[in-house]
């Protein structure tokens, strides 16, 4: 099993940035992909970025060009109203079948 805990979530300005950290507990050598996903109030669930054991990395169309991924954070710059949502990490086990959340922490854009 392996523990996600999100933070580094606020309220920004159009405009503005934030960093959200991912830190993982547990059986962290055993971590496949990694992903941030998002869900604003009424809305499913979406992918917003992950990456690979090898750091391959894909992103949705909707943050190409503001969002950049790695195995630690989620960087978001240019952040619009928009982007609104309460931000999850995700991660997969070698070996495991299930995938694992952290708890989500609330982005809110001001508008």
């Known amino acids: 099993q392996v523990q996600l805990v999100e933070s580094g979530g606020g309220l920004v300005q159009p405009g503005g940035s934030l960093r959200l950290s991912c830190a993982a507990s547990?059986?962290?050598?055993?971590?496949?992909?990694m992903g941030w996903y998002r869900q604003a109030p009424g809305k499913l669930r979406e992918l917003v970025a992950r990456?690979?054991?090898?750091?391959s990395t894909n992103y949705a169309d909707f943050v190409k060009g503001r969002f950049t991924i790695s195995r630690d954070y989620l960087q978001m710059n240019s952040l619009k109203p928009e982007d609104t949502a309460v931000y999850y990490c995700?991660?997969?086990?070698?070996?495991?079948?299930?995938?694992?959340w952290g708890q989500g922490t609330q982005v809110t854009g001001s508008s």
């Open positions: 547990g059986s962290i050598l055993r971590i496949n992909n």
């Open positions: 995700r991660a997969d086990l070698f070996g495991d079948q299930n995938v694992y």
């Open positions: 990456i690979t054991t090898g750091g």
